[in-house]
């Protein structure tokens, strides 16, 4: 893990910028923590510059309550290499969004499994980079981003203790099966008028998780639109399971 | 309203029992109260005595909070006179349930339909009474019971100003119709496995709710597994739109 930069932010919080091999991220570590913290990793749906204005003021949230917080890059996204078939499938999408057609199977599939395939064990190298800090210790949970990339390490990550999900992005309908093996506690956000969402297909999801505890906060209002007390709602979801 | 007894809880809460012409009810008025509390009034499935220790457990948790909280007996419940009619449905629905048969809608409106009808305008002349004491003042929240008595109240009651609803009861089909007429704050809990709720039912008059703010909290488990942090959520709730 190299370091690249490190500010201190005015709340205290230290903002540490490093690569892993290709992979850039973003570390942030509460100005109080004394002893190791435990850890939020922040999914988004990829560009990292786009996405740091809503991702620092997620990380400050968690360091106000404790806990680390992590992100990283998507593959294809930022300033990292396209993929040439991740970028036709999402020209794909676009065709198909703007000519008001249903999103079909397979081009969700096209666009999101392979983003699966890459960005888990991305993940999880990033985890063990994190893990051997000795700021860092204790239960991780992951939160938001793209929710098929949250299913799969949910399912082959065992350091993930607790993950709050955003059913905002499209979900592969194999997903749902491979939801079954998940049995880690969750919150579920559902936005009920998200346009670039299958309502029916969250609940199914929902349906799907293994999970003994489950809980699906649905709210009203598109993709942007999560209520402020949310963030409350989801440290507190994470109190419950990381502390 | 006769005061029939009076009580201070260990906790400091001062428990009134009444009765408002042929009525019975309880209020109970937080201790530390110096100024009017403002107001939330439970509902229930029917039965005073049987659900009395888990209504003065919800009006103990919404008096640490300095809320005054109240209930009354439904009409046909508890120690009030019986309907013939009701009786009949009731017995029907049990026949339903024992045979393993759905519950057509037929008996959920002979049911609910004229349950509703009764407890409404009973709620509000008991509210009249509530709002005319010294204790009570500011706000009103409704929180649980009969989701169609809510519902309804929700629609003619304009002094309620913000209602919690527990989506485990039978809801009559036209009572979905009526829902798009509730315009205050909602929080909506459904018991995912709820075997005596039809989940698709009660997602259906979630959607149909004309609330600018409504949000939906699904947990796992049947009708009395409501986690213990929805008790919390549920003070948050009010805390965010009745103080």
Do not use: C
């Not at 079909?104 to 392979?114: F, K, N, Y």
């Not at 350091?159 to 905002?168: D, E, N, V, Y």
């Not at 008028?193 to 969250?202: I, Q, S, T």
């Not at 999801?205 to 402020?228: C, I, Q, R, W, Y």
């Amino acid at each position: 893990m190299q370091i690249t930069s490190e500010q201190r932010l005015d709340d205290g919080v230290l903002e540490r910028r490093f690569t892993l091999g290709d992979i850039p991220g973003i570390l942030w570590i509460p100005g109080s923590a004394s002893a190791p913290a435990p850890l939020i990793l922040l999914g988004h749906p990829g560009g990292l510059h786009k996405m740091y204005p809503r991702l620092v003021a997620r990380a400050r949230r968690s360091a106000a309550e404790g806990y680390a917080a992590a992100t990283i890059e998507l593959p294809g996204s930022g300033d990292r290499p396209r993929s040439a078939a991740a970028e036709e499938a999402r020209a794909d999408l676009r065709r198909v969004l703007e000519a008001g057609e249903p999103v079909s199977d397979e081009i969700v599939d096209r666009l999101v499994l392979p983003l699966v395939e890459k960005a888990v064990p991305e993940w999880r190298t990033v985890l063990d980079a994190l893990l051997s800090l000795p700021e860092i210790g204790g239960p991780v949970g992951f939160a938001g981003g793209v929710i098929a990339i949250a299913v799969r390490l949910a399912v082959v990550e065992p350091r993930i203790s607790a993950a709050l999900l955003f059913a905002g992005t499209f979900v592969p309908r194999s997903m749902v099966e491979e939801a079954r093996q998940v049995t880690l506690p969750l919150q579920v956000l559902l936005q009920w008028d998200d346009e670039g969402n299958d309502r029916h297909m969250a609940l199914d999801l929902f349906d799907a998780f293994g999970s003994k505890e489950k809980t699906l906060h649905a709210n009203m209002g598109g993709h942007t639109g999560v209520p402020e007390f949310e963030g409350d709602d989801g440290n507190r979801f994470f109190a419950r399971h990381l502390k």
